[in-house]
């Protein structure tokens, strides 16, 4: 599990660990790390232009004493000071070290810019001469290493309220910022390397975690000796319309290739008939009234891929709703849901599964503001709703009260295609089928979905049938 804390954790467990060692111990750790990040990225570190773009607090520290290091390597280092005041005994160690001062202009000619303008102690949009510094280094020749955190990002919430350093690596201090993990700001980050200063005694519970291959093996079921079809876990999906038909399809599809012991489909005629041609191994009911009468039992419900709006789909979803099993709600019955509230009052767990419109829509918000603060709005709404809510978009968050938020960090931008959603559905429908809790179901799901995304993909366009059939494959480069 990779963990990830906000500024203030991050702060609180610096000083706790901070007390116990002499001064200066961590910026020395977090030095070394970053200087032997900066050479493995340079290849060749004689001769090589270091260009340091040094703020006014520790980030810029760890910069200058991280240039010492290059410089006695034989680097060139030259040092660019944006704020109003520097790291006094970093800048004389640089000095004594060979490295100059000079202006920005320094960076058109860099072989490496590193980053160190502000780490976890920015507020707010990066101020000038920052933010000036910052888009010429974006757009000079050399490769680019954040300190801590690219400047411009909120470390605490993956926010970027203006100008920001876009990192090829960024190389963090002690432990993962949350800012990282999250858009806007991971699309900043580039490849992640964690540097070890001592912290990890004195850390808190995680802000937010991302699983790994691993974690995700020993979360999902294997079927034992003793399982059959039905102790496996059967899902109901209630999809697709006379409009929509496609999404039924994806949506069985999903979770028939995701381990349930069966799928009982449920849908109108047109549905139907593709469902049926499509997945013969579905157990299908034909609906001429929206009423479960007959259906057999499930241990969970996807509900919403391409179900229409219209009072049909309204009352087959208050019959799902109103079973005593996990349901997932996606797609239309989102729509249905903000439209009528009082469908979530069930004591049985549920699962959101929005895209950041739909979470806009039902928390009654601007889309922007959900884009601009996916984390935050994931969390509220999981609060306000009682509900567990995926929030689906470039990171894929799964919040849940009182549980870190889990990121994920499988997704590809090839599944920013139609339908690819309703595979989702379909197969953490069939993980809650299992047993899974909606808070791993989800996040399992999401990631076997962004592994089969990019299985799909493989570099090219993918076509959303193929994520679903990918997904053994995904289950299986687990282990
Ligand atoms: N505290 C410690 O022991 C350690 C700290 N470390 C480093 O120290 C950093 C934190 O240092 P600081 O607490 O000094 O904070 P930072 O260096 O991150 O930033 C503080 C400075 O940035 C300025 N600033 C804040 N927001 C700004 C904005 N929007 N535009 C322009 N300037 C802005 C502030 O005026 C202040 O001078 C970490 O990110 C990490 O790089 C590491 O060396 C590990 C050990
Ligand atoms: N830029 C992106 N990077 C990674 N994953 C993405 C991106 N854009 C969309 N996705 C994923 O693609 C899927 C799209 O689902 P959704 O928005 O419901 O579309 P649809 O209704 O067409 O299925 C979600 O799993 C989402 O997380
Ligand atoms: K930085």
């Known amino acids: ?98 490295g100059r001062v000079r202006g920005i202009e320094a960076v058109d000619r860099a072989d490496l810019v590193v980053d160190g303008l502000v780490g976890i102690g920015v507020t707010g949009a990066l101020r000038e001469p920052y933010a000036k510094a910052v888009a010429r280094a974006n757009q000079g020749p050399g490769l680019v290493v954040a300190v801590d955190v690219p400047s411009g990002v909120d470390a605490s919430t993956g926010r ?185 009052r069930r004591s049985a767990p549920v699962l959101i599964t929005p895209h950041a419109g739909e979470l806009a829509r039902l928390m009654r918000v601007p889309r922007e503001r959900v884009e601009a603060s996916r984390l935050e709005h994931a969390r509220r709404a999981a609060a306000d709703l009682g509900v567990t809510v995926l929030l689906k978009g470039s990171t894929t968050l799964v919040a849940e009260q009182d549980r870190p938020v889990r990121v994920n960090r499988t997704g590809t931008p090839a599944l920013a295609t139609g339908g690819t959603g309703d595979v989702l559905a379909g197969v953490a429908g069939a993980l809650l089928a299992q047993g899974l809790s909606c808070y791993d179901a989800g996040s399992c799901g999401a990631y076997l979905h962004g592994l089969a995304g990019r299985l799909a993909a493989d570099g090219a366009p993918l076509v959303t049938a193929d994520v679903a059939a990918a997904i053994p494959a995904a289950i299986r480069s687990l282990s």
């Open 1 to 98: 599990m990779l963990t990830a804390y906000t500024a203030d954790q991050i702060r609180a467990a610096e000083q706790a660990l901070m007390a116990r060692l002499p001064d200066g111990t961590l910026m020395e750790r977090a030095a070394a790390g970053l200087a032997a990040c900066c050479a493995a990225m340079l290849g060749r570190v004689y001769g090589a232009r270091v260009v340091l773009l040094v703020g006014s607090g520790d980030n810029g520290g760890d910069a200058l004493y991280a240039g010492v290091r290059l410089a006695r390597r034989g680097a060139q280092v030259e040092a660019v000071l944006a704020g109003s005041k520097v790291h006094e005994a970093g800048l004389a160690a640089l000095r004594q070290a060979g």
């Open 160 to 344: 970027v309220p203006g100008a920001a350093i876009q990192a090829h690596v960024t190389v963090t201090m002690g432990a993962c910022k949350t800012g990282l993990l999250i858009d806007p700001g991971a699309g900043y980050t580039g490849r992640l390397e964690l540097v070890d200063i001592g912290l990890g005694a004195y850390l808190p519970d995680p802000d937010v975690a991302a699983l790994t291959d691993g974690d995700v093996a020993d979360l999902l079921p294997e079927p034992g000796a003793e399982s059959d079809k039905y102790r496996r876990g059967v899902v109901g999906v209630a999809a697709g319309s006379e409009e929509y038909t496609g999404a039924a399809v994806l949506a069985v599809g999903g979770a028939l290739h995701a381990g349930a012991g069966m799928v009982r489909y449920v849908g109108t005629a047109a549905p139907v008939a593709q469902v049926r041609s499509h997945w013969p191994e579905a157990v299908i009911t034909e609906l001429r009234e929206p009423s479960l009468d007959g259906v057999g039992r499930v241990q969970a419900w996807v509900l919403g891929p391409g179900l229409g709006t219209g009072d049909f789909a309204h009352e087959l979803a208050r019959r799902v709703l109103a079973s005593d099993v996990p349901v997932l709600v996606d797609a239309d019955a989102l729509t249905l849901v903000s439209r009528d509230p009082t469908l979530l």
